[in-house]
């Protein structure tokens, strides 16, 4: 027969401790992305590089508006490229820095459908967060009528 102990203020305080604590871990849990593996704080893993050979075609030139952007992919990488002056042609991985979302083309900017950051077209830059990086850039080039890997 087990006899009760009676609860001392120690132990009711312990027993608190502990709860707080777990609840601490619990809300910290829910902070990350399991996805993702991403803290929560605005600093995401680092997306993966984009790999294919050289010359591979990202895009026709005339899909990109000039002064606006567009979305692609090289493989299973989604991109984004923008052309902010005839011919000339820039290239982003479209993995959101934030927790990994892909990032859309908007005019003259990106922006994540997931939590709202947006990034300027031409520079890849942090306009607004919560992503506090700017987009990974991707060597491209002008080839005739194409948009080509480097
Ligand atoms: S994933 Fe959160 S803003 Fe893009």
Redesign the pocket.
């Known amino acids: 027969m087990t006899v009760p102990t009676p609860l001392t203020r120690r132990a009711l305080i312990s027993a608190g401790s502990a709860t707080i604590a777990g609840a601490g871990v619990l809300a910290l849990a829910a902070c990350s992305s399991p996805a993702t593996g991403?803290s929560g704080d605005g600093s995401?893993s680092a997306p993966s590089a984009p790999t294919a050979a050289t010359g591979t075609e990202v895009i026709k030139l005339s899909d990109i508006p000039v002064g606006g952007s567009k979305v692609s992919k090289i493989g299973d990488v989604p991109v984004v490229l923008a052309q902010p002056t005839a011919g000339n042609v820039v290239c982003f991985n479209a993995v959101?820095?934030?927790?990994?979302?892909a990032?859309g083309a908007a005019g003259k900017q990106y922006a994540?459908?997931?939590?709202?950051?947006r990034f300027n077209a031409e520079t890849g830059a942090v306009i607004n967060?919560?992503?506090v990086t700017g987009l990974t850039p991707i060597k491209v080039k002008v080839s005739g009528d194409a948009v080509v890997t480097v």
């Open positions: 991403g995401g959101c820095p934030h927790q990994g979302c990032v994540c459908p997931c939590h709202g950051s967060g919560p992503a």
